[in-house]
C-alpha cells in the first residue's frame, strides 16, 4: 500500500506534466506572394502529424500558427515574440523565409528557445542562435557541391549564370561559380533577373546570343520556374548543345507540367524529390496525397522533417522542454527521412544530407526528375568555413 | 545587330499586346467612368482560371477556353459593377481605392481555396508551342499569335467605340452624362456594358498570359498590376489609343532593356515612365 502510494506521488508531478500541451508556435508565410511555400510547409506538417499521431512522450502537441504575410522580418520578429511571452510556447518553428528566420533567430537567442527552421535556406540564418536546428538544406550546401560536380563529373568547361536578384540568387549565384571556377571551369556571363519578373524572353535570348557551353539557372519556386522554361522552350534552347542546370525549383513539379518535353534533359541538384521510390517516401507521398490532392515538394519535406526532428528530441528528453535539453537532444541527431538519410551537425547545428543530381527524362510517359548521381552526406561548405574560421 | 533588334522589337511587340489587352479596360473605367478600380487584375485571374478548368478538368481546345475567358471576366465584372462599384461612382478616390483593394485580397484568398496556391498551367496546342527561324532570327510562335490576336482585337474595339451605336452611346455618356440622358440614352447600362468589356478583355488577357507570365492566386495584387497602372498612367486615363502606344512602348523598352542592358534589371522601364510623365503629365494621349 505504502510503496503504491509513493508511486503514485511520484508520479503526480508525471501526470500534471502529461496534461499540459507541448506548444509549438509556427511563424509562415501564409498570405502573400509566398503563400504556397507555406502552404505546402505546413502540409507536410500536417502529414507528420497525421502520420504518426501528436501526441509525444506522453504529451499532446499543439501548434499556434501566425502568418508573415510574405517578407516581413519585423512582423516575424513581433509574432516570434507575441508567440513566446504572450502563448509560451515551447519551441518555434516554421519560417519559410531567410529574412523572418534572422529576426525569429534573435528572438531564440534572446528567450533560449528552441527553434526549428523548417525551410530558410541562406547558410547563416543558423548563426542567428544558439538554439536553433535546420531541417531544410542550405543553398551551399547543393550549389557549391553542383558547381564541383559540373565541372569534374559533368565535365563542363564553361557556364553562364541566370540567378533572381535577391539574397538566395546571389548566394547560389557566388556558391556555384566559386566552385566551378575552382574545379576549373570558366564563367561565360551572367545576368540577374528582377525578383517581380514576369517575361523571361529577352533574358533567355541574350544567353542564347552568347551560346555557351552550359547555363545555371537559379530561380525561387512559383509561377517563376514555369514561365522561364517557357522562354527557354520559346527560343529554342538546344539541349544537346547547350546544358541546362538548375536547382530543384527550376523543374519542380508545376514547372514541368508547364514547360511539357521541353524541359527534357535540364539537370538540377536538390536534396528532394517526392517520385523518389524509397519506402519511407512512397508511403509519405500517398498520404499526402490523400490529405492535400497535390504532391509534396521541397517545402513539405522541410516541414516533415522538422516535425520528426522536434518528436524526436522531444522522446530523447521525455517530454521535457528545457532549451539546453532539446539543443542537447537535437544535436547529432541521425534519421532516415524519405528524402534520405540525414543528420543534424552537432557542431554547427545545420542539416546533413544527400545532394542529387537529376536529370528529366520520361518515366512511363510522365517528366521526372531521374537521379543519376547521388553525393552522399553533404556537410553546409559555409558553415565549414565559419567553423574554420572561428579556430 | 540588326536581327537582334528586330527580334528585341518584335519580342516586345508582342509582349506590349499582352500588356494592352490587361490594361485597356482598366483604362476605359478609371477615364470615362472616373473609377479607380485597382481589382481589375482580378478580372485577368478568373480569365485564366476559367482557361486552366475548361482546358484541365474539360478537355476543351485551348482556342475555344478563350471566348469563355472573355466571358468569365465579363460575368464578373457584371456582378461586381451592379452589386458593388455602382455605388461608388461618386465616391471619393480614397474610398475606391480601398474597396476595390479589399476585392482583390478577396479574390485572392478565393482562387487559392478553389485552385491552392499552387501555379497554375494551360497547355496551348502543339502547333502555337516552339519557335520558327526567319532571317536568322528565332520568332516564338505563341508571341505572333499574341501579336495578331492583340492587333485583331484592337482592331474590333476600335471599331465598336467609332463606328457603331453602342460606341456613339458610349462616348455621349462620357462626354456629357447630362445630356446624354436628356437624349434618353440609358447611361447606366451604357456603363455597365462598358465595365463588362474591360472585365472581359481583361479575362482574355489573363488567358493568353498563362503562356508568358504564368497563373497563381496571388495574380491580382502582384507586379501585373503595376505594369498595368503604368500603361494607363502613361497611355492617359480613357485613351484607348494611348493604351494601345503606351503598351507597345513599354513592352518594347522592357524587352530592350533586359536584352541590352540587364543589369538595370527592369528597372528602365520605371525610368521611361517618369521621363514620359514629365514630358506629358496626362499620358501620352490624356485629356483630363
Known sequence: MKKLLVAALLAAPAVALAQQPIKIGLVLSSSGQFADAAAQLDNGIKTYMKMHGDTVAGRKIELIRRDTGGVAPDVAKRLSQELVVRDNVDILAGYVLTPNAMAGGDVSAEAKKFMVVMNAATSVVITKSPYMIRTSVTLPQVMETFGTWAATKGKLKQSYTMVTDYGPGHDSENAFTSAFKAAGGSIAGSVRFPVANPDFSAFVQRAKDVAPESIFIFIPGGAQPAALGKAMAERGIDKKKTKVLGSGETTAEAALKSMGDNALDIITAWHYDYTSKNKLNVAFVKEFNAMHGRNPDFFSIGGYDGMHAIYETLKKTKGKTDSDALIAAAKGLKWESPRGPMMIDPETRDVVQNVYIRRVQKVNGELTNVVFDTIPMVKDPAGERRKQGQK | ?288
Request: aromatic share 14%.
Open chain 2, 1 to 288: 545587330m540588326f536581327s537582334s533588334a528586330v527580334g528585341v522589337l518584335f519580342d516586345g511587340f508582342a509582349y506590349g499586346m499582352l500588356l494592352f489587352l490587361l490594361s485597356v479596360g482598366l483604362s476605359v473605367t478609371l477615364g470615362m467612368m472616373n473609377f479607380v478600380n485597382l481589382a481589375h487584375c482580378t478580372f485577368a485571374a478568373v480569365g485564366g482560371y476559367c482557361t486552366v478548368s475548361l482546358v484541365n478538368r474539360l478537355d476543351w481546345p485551348f482556342l475555344a477556353a478563350l471566348p469563355a475567358a472573355f466571358l468569365a471576366g465579363a460575368v464578373l465584372a457584371v456582378l461586381l459593377e451592379r452589386m458593388l462599384f455602382r455605388r461608388l461612382y461618386r465616391a471619393s478616390d480614397l474610398d475606391q481605392c480601398l474597396v476595390t483593394i479589399g476585392v482583390a485580397f478577396m479574390s485572392i484568398a478565393a482562387f487559392a481555396w478553389f485552385y491552392s496556391t499552387e501555379p497554375q498551367s494551360a497547355r496551348p496546342p502543339a502547333y502555337l508551342i516552339g519557335s520558327f527561324e526567319l532571317l536568322g532570327r528565332s520568332f516564338g510562335v505563341y508571341r505572333v499569335f499574341l501579336a495578331a490576336a492583340g492587333l485583331l482585337i484592337t482592331g474590333l474595339l476600335v471599331y465598336a467605340l467609332e463606328r457603331t451605336r453602342f460606341g456613339a452611346r458610349v462616348r455621349a455618356a462620357v462626354d456629357n452624362q447630362r445630356m446624354a440622358r436628356g437624349l434618353g440614352i440609358d447611361v447606366d447600362r451604357t456603363f455597365l456594358f462598358t465595365f463588362a468589356l474591360g472585365g472581359g478583355l481583361a479575362g482574355l488577357g489573363g488567358a493568353l498570359a498563362i503562356e508568358v507570365i504564368g497563373l497563381e492566386s496571388t495574380l491580382p495584387l502582384s507586379v501585373v498590376l503595376v505594369y498595368v497602372l503604368i500603361v494607363v498612367a502613361v497611355g492617359g486615363l480613357g485613351s484607348i489609343r494611348g493604351s494601345f502606344v503606351a503598351a507597345i512602348v513599354l513592352g518594347i523598352t522592357d524587352t530592350a532593356g533586359k536584352y541590352y542592358f540587364p543589369w538595370l534589371g527592369a528597372f528602365l522601364i520605371y525610368l521611361v515612365m517618369v521621363a514620359l510623365l514629365m514630358w506629358r503629365p496626362l499620358g501620352l494621349f490624356g485629356k483630363r
